[in-house]
């Protein structure tokens, strides 16, 4: 059964891990590393996944941790959880690399294969997203609070969408856009595009390239409580702790009702 979290100490362990991550950013001598997908690792990563794991182990609430930078964990061993951490302690290491500050902390926490709660850290900015069964909010650098709440349907005259900053759109993607009507679209890194879109700032992303479920967890959690939604291919709602931790083609939308839209 699911259990109530203090989505309070979510956010202060995502800071901590934050704060971290900060230490080795732009720093000539940070060390980057491959792995087998060609996708780079830094001692960035393991130091704030480490923050991460450790600060959620002591709260003592049972939950199993599915990290990128932690151990591999097959099938098998998780397809019976029935809530668990899906932690991602640095979205956007391409970003953290460039140095333009495009990259996030993501703590998700999924229930019955959904996301219920989400914490989402921009280190750089400052700025922190999270959503729990109390609603969704924002508070910025001037630890001012704002609730996030979309509306039903957006402006369909100024629809604009987000893309990732460093995959390259294809022809396909660029139509699916041009079908639904969108008139801008601004790439940017990390689960950045989640916050834009539930602040209201962005109305649409579309993603066929492939990336992994803790790259989307904690933001589809945001997003869906703050009044949008993540949908498939199948056009049903974005699920996790699949066979493969690749995610599929989807669309998240920042209003709530879809039915005017061809995709």
């Not at 109390?134 to 704002?146: D, H, L, M, T, W």
């Not at 992994?212 to 589809?220: F, L, P």
Request: net charge negative; glycine share 6%.
């Amino acid at each position: 059964m699911k259990r109530t979290i203090d989505i309070q100490k979510i956010n202060e362990i995502a800071v901590k891990a934050g704060k971290k991550l900060l230490e080795f950013y732009l720093r000539a001598d940070l060390q980057i590393n491959y792995k087998q997908d060609d996708s780079p690792v830094s001692a960035a990563d393991y130091a704030a996944n480490q923050i991460i794991t450790e600060e959620l182990e002591k709260l003592n609430y049972g939950f199993p941790i599915l990290s990128e930078e932690g151990i591999e964990i097959p099938y098998e061993s998780r397809k019976n959880w029935e809530t668990f951490w899906s932690v991602d302690p640095l979205d956007g290491t391409k970003e953290f690399i460039k140095g333009n500050g495009n990259f996030t902390v993501n703590i998700g926490l999924i229930h019955q294969n959904y996301p219920i709660a989400g914490v989402i850290y921009l280190p750089v900015s400052e700025d922190l997203y999270f959503a729990d069964e109390n609603g969704a909010f924002k508070i910025n650098k001037s630890q001012e609070k704002i609730r996030l709440k979309l509306p039903q349907e957006p402006d369909y005259q100024t629809l604009s969408a987000v893309k990732s900053n460093s995959n390259k759109y294809t022809p396909s993607e660029y139509a699916v856009l041009e079908k639904l009507g969108v008139k801008e679209i601004t790439p940017i890194g990390s689960a950045i595009k989640y916050c834009l879109l539930a602040e209201g700032s962005a109305d649409i992303y579309y993603r066929q390239s492939p990336n992994m479920e803790w790259d989307s967890a904690s933001g589809q959690a945001i997003l869906e409580i703050s009044g949008g939604k993540i949908l498939g291919a199948d056009k049903k709602r974005f699920s996790y702790n699949k066979p493969s931790l690749i995610n599929d083609e989807f669309i998240c939308f920042g209003f709530s009702d879809t039915s005017k839209l061809d995709f």
